[in-house]
């Protein structure tokens, strides 16, 4: 059996999509010896694949030579298309659903979110009506829809008219890295690295648009007026959306925002085991990747009161709402006030129980909707 598989994301990317989908294609990869794979997408880092002979990355190259407005529709809709009819595959499977799902092959999408269609405040009107019209296209030619919530599952339902049997749930997992609890000293001497005898303020959820920046700058200004000992340590490079939210700052707050650049997996555990609070302002998630990345090194966690965060962080968080600064300031304060807690780390978001819901997914979809078992 050839099985066709999307990894623009994980070439392209770095984030949620690419941190849900490596592990979990590594593990299919292993479960179907007998299958092949084949990696369709630009050049990537193939480290975390099988060494095995059953799969092959198939090389499509990114359109770097158009505008750039008009990369991702070529790539999307024109020459991924033709390589999948070129390949012949038996099945298809794109970690998002962004890239056209072909006719009279089977097909498995993942949606992670609806945020598009939720905050048209938020996103530019051009950005939303190309990622929603693939969106519908795909939800209607795909014949199983994953998706990393029953918040975000409910919705598909309920919105979009999605059978129920065709939407299947697998949860996001930390990394591996966070089972354990990091060393003390090696915890101190990161801190010590971004804030000194510092507090710090935690934040790893990007700058895109929903992720809310805006008014977490402002907080974080408000805070320091209270305790100038605080460092917000944010993960990634400071960009234009940054320069242009602290330009607006005073000069002290601009100096308190330190950028970690992309951290790997264990310094990102140690980054949340060193900060005295977490901060999650996000307006809208499909899953709260944050919330258990808190959770499991037991650092307190102030985040926005959205139904997906209550249904992974249950009673851990300080939940305020994303559109009030005060709230926000309230929820954060009462965080940095308390102490390190025991490390919570709920079955559901562990490693073997993900990869374990995502092969039971893949199998029932070959058995039952392709008839091959």
């Not at 989908?21 to 479960?31: E, G």
């Not at 994953?146 to 599952?153: G, I, P, Y």
């Not at 697998?170 to 507090?199: G, L, M």
Request: with cysteine; charged share 25%.
């Amino acid at each position: 059996m050839r099985i066709l598989v999307d990894i623009k994301n994980i070439a392209l990317y770095g984030g949620g999509i690419a941190h849900w989908i490596s592990p979990l294609l590594a593990t299919w990869i292993k479960h179907r010896p007998d299958d092949k794979f084949l990696l369709l997408g630009p050049d990537f880092n193939m480290e975390f694949l099988p060494k095995s002979d059953n799969w092959a990355h198939v090389r499509l190259n990114w359109p770097k030579w158009l505008p750039r407005q008009l990369q991702h529709p070529w790539y999307d809709n024109v020459l991924y298309p033709r390589a999948v009819a070129r390949l012949k595959p038996d099945m298809v499977m794109s970690p998002y659903h962004d890239v056209r799902m072909p006719k009279g092959i089977p097909s498995i999408i993942s949606v992670h979110d609806l945020c598009l269609d939720e905050m048209d405040e938020v996103y530019p009107r051009r950005i939303r009506m190309y990622y929603l019209s693939l969106l519908r296209w795909n939800l209607k030619r795909a014949s199983l829809i994953l998706t990393v919530s029953e918040t975000s599952r409910s919705k598909l339902i309920e919105r979009y008219g999605v059978g129920p049997d065709r939407v299947r749930v697998v949860y996001n997992a930390s990394p591996a890295v966070f089972d354990e609890t990091p060393e003390a000293e090696t915890v101190a001497e990161f801190k010590h690295r971004y804030a000194a005898d510092c507090r710090l303020l935690f934040y790893a959820g990007g700058s895109e648009y929903r992720k809310n920046i805006e008014r977490l700058v402002l907080v974080f200004r408000d805070l320091l007026q209270k305790d100038s000992r605080l460092i917000l340590l944010a993960t990634g490079k400071r960009d234009a959306r940054w320069d242009a939210i602290l330009a607006q700052m005073p000069n002290d707050t601009r100096q308190k925002v330190v950028f970690a650049g992309r951290l790997n997996d264990q310094d990102l555990c140690l980054a949340y085991a060193a900060a005295d609070a977490v901060i999650y302002p996000s307006l809208c998630e499909g899953f709260g990747r944050v919330c258990i990345e808190a959770m499991s090194v037991g650092t307190p966690l102030a985040c926005s009161d959205l139904p997906v965060m209550r249904e992974v962080a249950g009673n851990y968080a300080h939940y305020f709402n994303p559109y009030d600064i005060d709230s926000m300031a309230r929820s954060v304060s009462t965080s940095l006030s308390e102490c390190k807690r025991l490390p919570v780390r709920d079955l559901r978001f562990q490693n073997a129980a993900v990869r374990a819901s995502f092969l039971c997914a893949m199998d029932r979809f070959v058995g039952k909707d392709m008839h091959i078992r």
